[in-house]
Nanobody, 122 residues
Framework: QVQLVESGGGLVQAGGSLRLSCAVS????????MGWFRQAPGKEREFVAT????????YYAESVKGRFTISRDKAKNTLYLQMNSLKPEDTAVYYC???????????????WGQGTQVTVSS
């Protein structure tokens, strides 16, 4: 089992920044990649970014490329998502997730956190 707990969400004005954190515990060695997804009201959950836990390779959704940065601190077993130049359309519940493979497909992720709300006002 892998446990994931997100934090760092909140209310921010357009153009502002937030950093999300995801504390990872449990059988972390069984998962090679971590990702962030988000779900806006009335919409399906969508991929945001992913990173390999060991090597640090990353991949981003086009909608956040150049504005968001995914990273991890292996010593602290923590995943991060630095979000800059936030837009109202970034408003969503953000989830961290763990996968065996490096992938942007939601079906590859089998452990999920409870989510943290990010609201961007215009």
């Amino acid at each position: 089992q892998v446990q994931l707990v997100e934090s760092g969400g909140g209310l921010v004005q357009a153009g502002g920044s937030l950093r999300l954190s995801c504390a990872v515990s449990g059988r972390t060695f069984s998962r090679n990649a971590m990702g962030w997804f988000r779900q806006a009201p009335g919409k399906e959950r969508e991929f945001v970014a992913t990173i390999t836990w060991i090597g640090g390779s990353t991949y981003y959704a086009e909608s956040v490329k150049g504005r968001f940065t995914i990273s991890r601190d292996k010593a602290k077993n923590t995943l991060y998502l630095q979000m800059n130049s936030l837009k109202p359309e970034d408003t969503a519940v953000y989830y961290c997730a763990a996968a065996r493979l490096f992938s942007h497909y939601e079906r590859e992720y089998d452990y999920w956190g409870q989510g943290t709300q990010v609201t961007v006002s215009s």
